[in-house]
């Protein structure tokens, strides 16, 4: 069965740092991978794709790939309490559209 | 993206009733995907409705518990048939993006079934 695996946190990391949420994921077909932000009661929001290895940034956001060893990070620079969230790994499941999601990271940014 | 728009936002339903959920979206779209999240937990492909074909459903979830319409390509229905308590989840629809397998959710729909 295809996974995607993240560990549920709670994340917990003082205003300012670092957060890295980390993500593996079992399909080796699996091409494009997505990184969501979950708030407490909404629905999830697209913040971060990555389809080569390697580093993309936008802004605060650092998302890598390795696809080697099936793994996908997200980096959040100068966490602020507003980026206290659930973030949602996703990666495609062998070039069908549809998306497999892993269980989320709680993340708790304490001012 | 897309605005994406589902109707009702939440609803509490007696046990044995059926609940239609509404999700519509501003751009004509190929694919669309029916999801539940429960309490807590992360969110599960109920199926996928392409216009002009039949709902695909994920294992563990069948037709006559689930039908789903796609009328056109903005709109689709889905509805929670026959409830119980254990239906009490978060639903919501999403669309493919245009850049690639990315996808973009409504605000969901949350159900409570007493």
């Known amino acids: 069965q295809k996974e995607v695996e993240q560990n549920s946190g709670p994340l917990s990391v003082p205003e300012g740092a670092i957060a890295s949420l980390n993500c593996t994921y079992s399909d080796r077909v699996s091409q494009s991978f997505f990184w969501y932000r979950q708030y407490s009661g909404k629905s999830p929001e697209l913040i971060m794709s990555i389809y080569s290895n390697g580093d993309k940034e936008d802004g605060r956001f650092t998302a890598q790939l390795n696809k080697a060893s099936q793994y996908v990070s997200l980096l959040i620079r100068d966490s602020q309490p507003s980026d206290s969230a659930t973030y949602l790994c996703?990666?495609?499941?062998?070039?069908?559209?549809?998306?497999?999601f892993g269980q989320g990271t709680t993340l708790q940014v304490k001012p | 993206s897309a605005v994406i728009s589902q109707k009702p936002s939440r609803d509490i339903c007696q046990r044995g009733t059926s609940l239609t959920i509404q999700c519509q979206v501003d751009?004509?779209?190929?694919?669309m995907f029916w999801y539940r999240q429960q309490p807590g937990q992360s969110l599960t492909l109920i199926a996928t409705?392409?216009?002009?074909?039949?709902?695909?459903?994920e294992s563990g979830f069948v037709i006559d518990k689930f039908p789903i319409s796609r009328p056109n390509l903005t709109f689709s229905t889905l509805t929670v048939s026959n409830m119980s308590p254990e239906d009490s989840s978060i639903y919501l629809c999403s669309v493919e993006g245009t850049s690639g397998y990315e996808q973009y959710f409504g605000p969901g729909t949350r159900l409570t079934v007493t």
């Open positions: 751009s004509q779209v190929t694919m």
């Open positions: 996703a990666a495609d499941s062998s070039n069908t559209g549809k998306l497999i």
């Open positions: 409705a392409n216009q002009g074909s039949e709902a695909t459903y």
